[in-house]
């Protein structure tokens, strides 16, 4: 799909406010994709761990405005900004040059260049950075990893594979991460 198309069904139907924000995102990631792509991976990252915890909470019927962890939205914001967003950013620039669209099955091709090589190194570098920005030694990452990464890679696959088809083969590259 052409990137001027996306824009236009982006913004069919969205108000005012909306539409500027969009118009203005759209700009920054044309100006600057890498430090865009890292703030937004950032936000969202923390943003998804507080209300993984807030989600926790009530599932344990517990008070939510009780002792959040503060510094899990942190990690992640940093994780998110500094790892999720820049590598994002190249590998799928790097996937587009790797596998161009007119290479026979390309989206099949790119979905699994990402399901298989990419989810299980950036699941790693996960849990490496993680457990540093926990200020846990090395043997707590070798026993998370032999603990948490199959079964984590396992419900990655689940989850996301789905999510990663329309996003490889729908999305515009410039706003895939």
């Known amino acids: 799909m052409a990137p001027a198309a ?3 069904r982006a913004e069919a139907g969205l ?3 909306p539409r500027r924000a969009l118009s203005q995102y759209l700009r920054l990631l044309r100006l600057y994709p890498v430090l865009t792509k890292a703030a937004t991976s950032g936000i969202l990252s923390a943003l998804g761990n507080f209300l993984a915890q807030l989600i926790e909470k009530k599932q344990k019927k517990e008070n939510c405005s009780q002792k959040l962890d ?3 939205p942190l990690r992640y914001a940093i994780y998110g900004f500094f790892f999720t967003g820049p ?7 790097l996937m587009e040059r790797w596998i161009p669209s007119e290479v026979p099955l390309a ?6 260049l990402d399901r298989l090589l990419f989810a299980p190194a950036f699941l790693s570098l996960f849990f490496l950075v993680m457990n540093f920005l926990e200020g846990q ?8 990893m032999k603990s948490g990464f199959w079964p984590a890679l396992r419900m990655n696959w689940r ?3 789905p999510v990663q088809f329309i996003n490889i ?3 515009p590259v410039q706003v895939q991460v």
């Open 15 to 17: 108000g005012p406010l």
């Open 87 to 93: 590598l994002g950013h190249f590998f799928y620039l």
């Open 70 to 72: 503060v510094s899990g």
């Open 169 to 171: 083969n729908y999305i």
């Open 107 to 112: 989206g099949i091709k790119r979905l699994l």
């Open 137 to 144: 030694d090395t043997a707590a990452f070798a026993a998370k």
């Open 159 to 161: 989850v996301w594979t």
């Open 6 to 8: 996306s824009k236009l």
